[in-house]
Each structure stands twice: as structure tokens, then as C-alpha cells.
């Protein structure tokens, strides 16, 4: 029976929430860690069921003794980290969403986390949008790296100076998109027929794609880039700010140290009196000085604050009012340079996207920005104090803790799904309910059978080496009429090279479509025992290819299929 993720997060309460996508995020950051560290060489052999076991919080709370793992620090910056953690992992494993596992230390037991398969489907789910039911004819990568060799035509140099691409030899060369500049000049041109097929299936690789920001070679403008730029600016202007008077809060603070020394007349007991006064000035001046230091200081940081203070609000409201001119309809450069140009007083109300990656942290954070009371979080000195709940990039220090806090989160949230028009995309995809996904019809191939059916049918051409021949002659005995029996196809290693699907030579064999020749018997010294397989395709493999040609490129786009042989002239055999 199908999970309900829907009503499976709505049985979570938002604290709930919070601490499942914490642990989700972990769990996410071990695993992209083990993948760089492997595409680098640095293989790590523990299993994934250790790595990705997380420390969640230790019994009995001792932290001067053990510290605060990752997800209490993260549960602690947003106020959620109290004697009711305990029960909130509870709910959580009850709903099997998470595993908990014990390790034992000097001081207790630490408590271990873990998502199970449903926790991660539905953190997935929650987290990601919808995959579209738009079917297109490149996959991602081939689909992106299209659109790179479009940009790179209207470059210097008119190319993408790569010195080979897997993608661009298997993917886009043999439907004619792409061309190699040669054996002597290294990098790869787009075709017009590639220009073409981009321009043709822009707003369906929108749709299936919409982390893609491809380029439209018709020239339509869907998310103006003058919106990124206002954006960015906004968020550039309020970062400088904040980290600028942080800067000016610890010059201060070094400043004042500095003032408040006093000065050591015992060091220079034997220099005399007139070298002591001298001292003694010089030391009154640099205090003077360091004081004067200090004051400047704090007077510039107080006005950074000031117009912080009066900035972040309008970056936070110029996204606001870019997603809901998005939703609307509306132009999105008007809106954020109105928001840009005014003073802030109030957030503009938040307009739900409909989507679930965006509304769910969105919605969240929006709740927190309007809360008369922003969330602290208290130590026993009584001194409110707030740990890197959004991580040390995503809040600026001198807003961590403040009202501001929240405010810039909602703001960098929704920044990261408008940049590059990512959130345009997925606002303008075409709708599922007018793309019905179509059924395959009875009779046909899947896809791996058919991919090893195209290539038995493409290595019967003339032009190509008959390779089977090829190795008759070499360690054979064979005549030249046995050598003009043999038909063209592929070895066994060839057939795992076109296809590593085992059941896809069984498959062809079945239906008639393909058969296996032993070879074995031309071969008059035995180098391959008594079995030496070459599978070929049959005339009824290349009639049903015929036959189903219009069906197999409507249902398996990426696959080229041979072109159609051309009728015979009149009076022709």
C-alpha cells in the first residue's frame, strides 16, 4: 500500500518536523561527503549503516563534560532543544522514521540517530519537487550540456574547448546536435540542427528539468536576470553590513583592553626620570589614543546596525514580493525595486507557491518572522544566547540571536529557490493532469531488450568491420564460402558493453527476434572451448523494428533508433 507523505507530515507537529529535517539534513551532508571522497580516490570502506548514524543527544546532559552534537547545537539555535527531546525522538520512531541505537561513554550512553527508508522518502517528498510527467528526448546531463554548447557558440571562441565528453560522444553526436572539431583541434560545436532541438523542446526540459537554467536560443525571457542582480545586491549589501560590524565590535573590544592597562612604572626603574615621564606620556597618549579607537568603533557599528536594521527588512520583503508577483503573474524586477525603495514597517503577507520544497521552511520561517516574540534560547546564566541553528553561512553573527535572525532566513530561503529562475520554472511547468502518462503498449520491448535489439540491427551495415569474421580469420580454419555464412553480430562481452540487462538476450530469443550461431565450429584449434556464442539479429527481429518503429521513439525517446530503410525503386528486386 502506497505511503500517504501527505498526511504523514501533517501528523508531525512543526517541532517534530524541525527535528526530523535536522537529522534528514545530516544524514544528506554524510552521504555527499562519501561520494566527493570517493570521486577524489579516498574510499571509505564502513558500511553506510555506520556512517550515516548520527549522535543525537546524551543521557544523562552533561555537556561541560561531553559537549553538544551537531543537532543539538541546531536544535538549541532554534529554541527547540529542551527536556522534551527526549519525547520528540520518541514520536519520531514511532512513526519509523527514524532508528535510535545506543553507544556507551564514560559519562552514560550517547543516544544515535538514524533515517530509515521511509523517513528519507518522505523528507524527499518534502523537500523536492514534484518529478514532471513531461517526457523529453535528452536525459539531464546531455540536456545540460546542450545548452552549455549553445552558450559556448557565442563565446570568444565559438566552442566548448573540452578534450572529450562521454556525454556529448554517446548522447548528442549520433542525433546530429553536436560535432567534434576534429582529431587535430579538440572541443565540440553545436549543430543547427542543435540549436534547433533546444529551441523546439525549451519549456519541456523547463518542466522535466527546472534546476536546469537552459538557455532559449528564441529569445524568450521567462526570470529577467535584472531580478537576480536587485536580489543579490540586497543580499550582498546586508551581508557586508553585518560582518562589517562585527569587525568593528572586535576592534572595539581590543581597543578597550587596551585602554583599560595600566602602566608598569617597575620596568623602567632605571632609566631615570626624565626617560620615566617620557614613558609615562607616551603611555597616556597610545591610551588616549586606543579609547578614541574604541569609540569610533562602536559608533560606526551603531550606525551599521541602524541601517541593517532598515535593509534586511527590505531584502526580506523584496523576496516576499518576488514570489507572490511570480505566483500572480506579475513582473518581479517592479516588484522587488518597490520593496527595494521603501521603508519597511511590516512584511508583505507570504503567497504559498503550491509547492512543498518551498512552502513547507518557507511558511515556517514566516510564522517565526511574525511572532511578537522571537524564540530564545536561555543558559543558566540567564543570558539569552543562540548557537548556529542556521548555520554560520546562512545567518550573519550580529544577527544571530537578534529579531533579525529569522527575518534573513525566510530571506535566504526564498533567495535560493528564486535564483536563476528556478522557482519561474517550476511555477510555469506544464500540469500533470494534462500529461497523462501513457501506457506501453502489449507487444513491445522494454527498454533494455530494445537497446540491445537497435544495436544487433545497426552492426548488420555494410560499412562497418565484421568483427566476428575478423577473429574467424585470425584463429580459424574456415573457407571463404564458410566465412561468407557468418552472420554480423555481437559476442558476449559486446552484448554486456550494449546492454546489462541479463535477461535482454533471453528476451530476443524467445520472441524470434534474435539467435545465437556457435562459431566454435570454424575455429580449428579450439582457443574458445566448445562454446563460442555470437547472437544476431533474425527478419523477424528487423520486421517488428519496422513494424514498431512510431511507438518505440514515442515511449523511448533516448534510445536512436536506426534510420528507415528506403523503398525499393520499380522493377527492382
Not at 551532508?29 to 574510499?43: D, K
Not at 519541456?204 to 536546469?212: E, N, Q
Not at 511572532?371 to 542556521?390: H, I, Q, S
Not at 533474425?538 to 515511449?555: I, M, S, W
Amino acid at each position: 500500500m502506497a505511503t500517504d507523505y501527505a498526511e504523514l507530515w501533517k501528523a508531525l507537529n512543526p517541532r517534530q518536523q524541525f527535528y526530523l529535517t535536522t537529522i534528514f539534513e545530516e544524514d544528506q551532508g554524510r552521504e555527499a561527503a562519501q561520494r566527493a571522497a570517493g570521486a577524489s580516490g579516498n574510499w571509505n570502506r564502513l558500511p553506510a549503516s555506520e556512517w550515516r548514524t548520527i549522535d543525537a543527544y546524551h543521557e544523562p546532559a552533561v555537556p561541560d563534560l561531553v559537549g553538544r552534537t551537531e543537532l543539538q547545537l541546531r536544535w538549541r539555535g532554534a529554541g527547540h532543544h529542551d527536556q522534551g527531546t527526549g519525547s520528540t525522538i520518541k514520536v519520531l520512531v514511532s512513526h519509523d522514521l527514524i532508528t535510535l541505537s545506543d553507544r556507551a561513554t564514560p559519562f552514560g550512553l550517547m543516544r544515535q540517530a538514524a533515517m530509515t527508508k521511509q523517513g528519507r522518502a518522505l523528507m524527499r517528498w518534502v523537500t523536492k519537487p514534484r518529478a514532471s510527467r513531461v517526457r523529453v528526448p535528452l536525459k539531464e546531463r546531455a540536456a545540460e550540456v546542450l545548452g552549455q554548447l549553445y552558450k559556448a557558440s557565442s563565446s570568444r571562441k565559438g566552442y566548448l574547448d573540452w578534450a572529450r565528453s562521454p556525454t556529448i560522444d554517446k548522447e548528442l553526436i549520433p542525433r546530429g546536435l553536436a560535432r567534434s572539431r576534429g582529431a587535430y583541434q579538440p572541443g565540440f560545436e553545436v549543430t543547427e540542427e542543435g540549436v534547433a532541438h533546444l529551441a523546439a523542446h525549451h519549456a519541456a526540459y523547463a518542466a522535466a528539468y527546472p534546476k536546469l537554467n537552459l538557455p532559449d536560443p528564441s529569445g524568450g525571457v521567462g526570470w529577467p536576470k535584472e531580478a537576480d542582480r536587485l536580489l543579490d545586491r540586497l543580499r550582498g549589501e546586508c551581508w557586508s553590513l553585518a560582518h562589517a560590524a562585527e569587525s568593528a565590535k572586535e576592534k572595539a573590544q581590543e581597543e578597550r583592553t587596551r585602554a583599560d592597562g595600566e602602566f608598569k612604572e617597575e620596568f623602567h626603574r632605571q632609566t631615570g626620570q626624565l626617560a620615566l615621564a617620557m614613558y609615562r606620556e607616551v603611555f597616556e597618549l597610545k591610551r588616549d589614543h586606543a579609547k578614541a579607537l574604541a569609540n569610533t568603533y562602536d559608533s560606526y557599528r551603531e550606525q551599521m546596525h541602524a541601517v541593517l536594521k532598515e535593509r534586511l527588512p527590505q531584502y526580506t520583503a523584496a523576496t516576499l514580493a518576488a514570489v507572490t508577483a511570480l505566483v500572480e503573474g506579475a513582473d518581479p524586477v517592479a516588484a522587488i525595486r518597490a520593496q527595494a525603495a521603501a521603508t519597511v514597517a511590516e512584511l508583505p503577507a507570504y503567497t504559498p507557491t503550491g509547492l512543498v520544497a518551498v512552502d513547507v521552511e518557507g511558511e515556517r520561517l514566516y510564522a517565526e518572522c511574525q511572532r511578537k516574540r522571537p524564540r530564545r534560547v536561555t543558559t543558566r546564566k540567564g543570558k539569552a544566547k543562540a548557537a548556529a541553528g542556521l548555520g554560520t553561512e546562512a545567518v550573519p553573527s550580529p544577527a544571530r540571536g537578534t529579531a533579525l535572525e529569522q527575518p534573513w532566513a525566510l530571506a535566504v530561503h526564498l533567495h535560493r529557490a528564486l535564483r536563476d529562475g528556478y522557482l519561474y520554472r517550476l511555477l510555469n511547468a506544464p500540469p500533470e493532469g494534462e500529461q497523462p502518462r501513457k501506457r506501453r503498449p502489449a507487444g513491445l520491448l522494454d527498454k533494455p531488450a530494445l537497446r540491445l535489439l537497435v544495436a544487433l540491427v545497426a552492426i548488420e551495415n555494410p560499412r562497418r568491420a565484421h568483427h566476428a569474421r575478423t577473429e574467424i580469420e585470425r584463429y580459424g580454419q574456415a573457407t571463404k564460402e564458410e566465412l561468407a555464412t557468418i552472420p554480423r553480430g555481437l559476442m558476449a562481452y559486446e552484448v554486456k558493453q550494449t546492454t546489462r540487462s541479463e535477461k535482454a538476450p533471453g528476451i530476443l530469443i524467445e520472441r524470434g527476434l534474435a539467435e545465437y550461431t556457435n562459431l566454435v565450429r570454424f575455429d580449428g584449434f579450439g582457443h574458445y572451448g566448445d562454446n563460442w556464442p555470437l547472437l544476431h539479429v533474425t527478419q523477424a527481429g528487423r520486421e517488428h523494428l519496422v513494424e514498431h518503429r512510431d511507438a518505440y521513439a514515442e515511449f523511448h525517446p533516448d534510445i536512436r533508433l536506426p534510420a528507415p530503410s528506403a523503398p525499393a525503386a520499380d522493377g527492382t528486386a
